[in-house]
């Protein structure tokens, strides 16, 4: 009788249980799967060739297009990639191979704090740094500003790659008479390399998409940017300043931007993925 | 920080002062490796306390003794390798052909007495990388490499079955040819002294043999120390045998000697299998 109760008790737990922890999961993956789809429908039906060709174009008009932002983010993240990696590369390497333990985690602690920081915080820092002495908004502001929120992850990332790598690597290396750096730089980072190439890309794919940081730093441009150090259009203020507006051809423009900022990052992920997966199996064999 | 003690290393400096006053000693007579009252601590902990030895040249050496009796720590003191562990300290004195390694620089005295350790350790680089690395650390550049390969992967016996997969990842090989692409690599920078930390703890008896086999031959070019868990090896391999108990050698002397007739009870006990 008595087990009977129990067992009869475990299989209503257990069955609710597995109710909630499959309907949490049917909730979110049925929300994200929604967002992507009423993306990609909205998006790609909106989308053209001269999107990807023209300039945008005042309202009423069409044909206009988004070539000055797409190229406006390729040139942002550019930058930011060339002062959050290689920064946050070797702030990794020094974390894992060479700091005390005290100091490794006081920079640790600082740089999740820092990845913490709101990231029109980050902005306003970037503002204050280059916009305000410049007193003009740039391009350079923008990557400056995507550059520093890349630095915890590509600094986390690289800290805990390298220390993933045996240390018997490290004693062959030295056992041969190679000086420190020379193992962390010939035998280490390399064997770390499938997975630190895979992190940034993903940090990357991660920035992509902010906007707050954008706002008052690369700004905006209804044209070409004539430079480094003027504004330039990207995705994403481009896409936060159509969906405001209160036009539909502009709606639509902005739909069309989403998929391919959607599509970008979707394509970075994949290939860090792929390039991840490519060094596990060279990895195992 | 793993520095060692200044003090002992000024005292071990000076004594090859005195005594180059004295007419030399035949060669044969001079120690390889000579330690004499080596202590070592892992913070607080002794690990060896005043072990005194001699290695002599082109003969294998071996240490035996359980688990966590020091064997492997003291083999250690002979390429600094302890140094890379933080909180150590070594103290007492250790010549290398007479000279101090203490005195020497640590790329120096690593690129002298090689190490192959108990996993085998390739990086994931090619096969002929794997044994060049050592040769491009030591500044050795052109098609001397290619040569020099060649001959330290035919001295570790491995040359026939690579010689066709040389830019292959060294991840590839069996266990076995794993751990005699790390010799070769160690070879690769003429080493005097070879040290082997448990080479064949993770090898099947056949692999374990062709490593055994090698190291027969390679005693020409180079003197090995080695430390193992299994007593046939070390009595099948070495020529000298030290038995380590509890941070201490308790005995060290010929092979033969320390297996048929040691001098001590507890290697008594320990070779015989009454424990460890």
């Not at chain 2, 020091?70 to 390429?79: I, V, Y």
């Not at chain 2, 794993?178 to 005097?192: H, K």
Request: aromatic content about 8%; charged content about 15%; overall charge positive.
């Amino acid at each position: 009788m008595i087990t009977g109760d129990i067992s009869l008790m475990r299989r209503v737990t257990n069955v609710a249980m597995l109710g909630l922890t499959g309907l949490s999961t049917l909730v979110v993956v049925s929300i994200l799967f929604f967002i992507l789809g009423y993306l990609l429908w909205m998006g790609g039906s909106s989308l053209s060739i001269q999107f990807f060709t023209n300039l945008p174009k005042p309202t009423g008009e069409t044909g206009g297009g988004m070539a000055n932002a797409i190229v406006g983010s390729g040139k942002t993240l550019l930058l930011a990639s060339l002062i959050g990696v290689p920064i946050g590369f070797l702030g990794g390497v020094y974390l894992a191979e060479y700091s005390g333990r005290t100091f490794a985690f006081l920079v640790r602690y600082v740089t999740d704090l820092l990845n913490g920081v709101p990231s029109i915080v980050i902005g306003i820092v970037a503002y204050a740094l280059i916009v305000k002495p410049m007193s003009h908004f740039s391009t350079l502001a923008g990557g400056v500003a995507l550059g520093i929120m890349m630095i915890p992850i590509a600094l986390r990332t690289t800290e805990e790659f390298l220390r993933s790598i045996p240390n018997s690597l490290r004693e062959g290396a030295m056992a041969l008479g190679a000086t420190r750096s020379r193992t962390i730089f010939t035998v280490v980072v390399p064997a770390a390399m499938s997975g630190l190439t895979s992190g940034m890309m993903l940090n990357l794919a991660r920035v992509a998409g902010e906007t707050a940081p954008l706002l008052f730093t690369a700004l905006g441009n209804m044209f070409w940017s004539q430079g480094w150090m003027q504004p330039t259009a990207t995705l994403p203020v481009m896409i936060y300043t159509y969906a405001i507006s209160a036009y539909d051809d502009w709606h639509q423009q902005a739909w069309a931007a989403g998929f391919v900022l959607l599509a970008l990052v979707l394509t970075i992920n994949i290939t860090a993925r792929l390039i991840i997966g490519r060094g596990a199996s060279s990895a195992r064999r | 920080m793993a520095t060692p003690d200044r003090q002992m290393i000024s005292d071990s400096q000076s004594q090859p002062a005195q005594s180059s006053a004295e007419p030399p000693a035949p060669a044969f007579a001079l120690p390889k490796i000579h330690a004499k009252d080596v202590n070592f601590f892992y913070g607080a902990y002794q690990a060896l306390h005043s072990i005194s030895m001699d290695v002599f040249a082109n003969k294998v050496t071996a240490f035996i003794g359980p688990s966590g009796c020091g064997k492997s720590t003291f083999l250690r003191t002979f390429n600094r390798m302890n140094e890379a562990i933080r909180n150590t300290r070594v103290q007492g004195e250790l010549l290398l052909n007479g000279e101090s390694l203490f005195s020497m620089d640590v790329t120096t005295v690593r690129r002298r007495v090689g190490m192959v350790f108990q996993k085998s350790n390739p990086f994931p680089k090619t096969i002929f990388d794997n044994v060049a690395y050592g040769l491009r650390v030591n500044g050795v550049k052109g098609s001397v490499i290619k040569d020099e390969v060649e001959k330290s992967l035919r001295r570790a016996a491995l040359w026939n079955e690579v010689k066709d997969t040389l830019h292959k990842p060294a991840s590839a090989l069996s266990g076995g040819q794993q751990q005699r692409l790390c010799i070769a690599r160690a070879l690769a920078v003429e080493p005097e002294v070879l040290l082997l930390d448990e080479p064949c703890s993770a090898l099947d008896p056949i692999a374990t043999l062709k490593i055994e086999e090698l190291l027969f031959q390679i005693k020409d070019i180079t003197t090995i120390v080695i430390v193992t868990h299994n007593m046939q090896q070390a009595a099948r391999v070495a020529d000298f045998t030290g038995f380590f108990f509890m941070g201490k050698l308790i005995e060290f002397d010929d092979t033969r000697v320390v297996f048929q007739n040691p001098s001590k009870k507890e290697t008594e006990d320990y070779v015989t299998g009454r424990f460890g």
